[in-house]
């Protein structure tokens, strides 16, 4: 049973920065090289909503609301994927999960977490 675990997040200004890490925990190293990250973001009244993902040979992309503003990286010694986010917007206000992809029928959440952009 794949488990992630999710940290960072808060509250910040406008302009401001965060990390967010998600960490897959009892997943072995060979395992977390097979699948692709993603972070996701739902906003109140919103559907849910990729921002960016990362696959099993680091190729990344990005929503185009947060091009040039967030970064996806992993860590595979440390079993992490982060999402740093610079520049922030009241529009990024939302509840941030990571997933983890392999194949077509295989994804797995973190328990999300709070991101309020305010000031």
């Known amino acids: 049973q794949v488990q992630l675990v999710q940290s960072g997040g808060g509250l910040v200004q406008p302009g401001g920065s965060l990390r967010l890490a998600c960490a897959a925990l009892?997943?072995?190293?060979?395992?977390?090289?097979?699948?692709?990250m993603e972070w996701h973001r739902q906003a109140p009244g919103h559907q849910r909503e990729l921002v960016a993902s990362?696959?099993?040979?680091?190729?990344?992309n990005y929503a185009d609301s947060v091009k040039g503003r967030f970064t996806i990286s992993k860590d595979n010694t440390k079993k992490k994927v982060f999402l740093q986010m610079n520049n922030l917007k009241p529009e990024d206000t939302a509840v941030y999960y990571c997933a983890f992809v392999r194949g077509a029928n295989e994804k797995h959440w973190g328990q999300g977490t709070q991101v309020t952009v305010s000031s």
């Open positions: 009892r997943m072995i190293l060979s395992e977390f090289w097979q699948y692709a």
């Open positions: 990362i696959t099993p040979d680091t190729s990344t």
